[in-house]
C-alpha cells in the first residue's frame, strides 16, 4: 500500500505544501473567497 505524507499551511499570505524528502513543493498565493 502507498501512503503518502504531506503538510500543508493555509496561510494568510501563502498555502506551502511540504513533502518529506523534497521539501517544499507548493508556494502559491491564497485565494479565499467570502
Not at 501512503?3 to 491564497?30: H, M, Q
Given at each position: 500500500?502507498?501512503?503518502?505524507?504531506?503538510?500543508?499551511?493555509?496561510?494568510?499570505?501563502?498555502?506551502?505544501v511540504?513533502?518529506?524528502?523534497?521539501?517544499i513543493?507548493?508556494?502559491e498565493?491564497?485565494?479565499?473567497a467570502?
Amino acid at each position: 500500500m502507498f501512503v503518502k505524507k504531506i503538510g500543508i499551511d493555509l496561510g494568510t499570505v501563502n498555502t506551502l505544501v511540504y513533502v518529506p524528502k523534497r521539501g517544499i513543493a507548493i508556494n502559491e498565493p491564497s485565494v479565499v473567497a467570502v
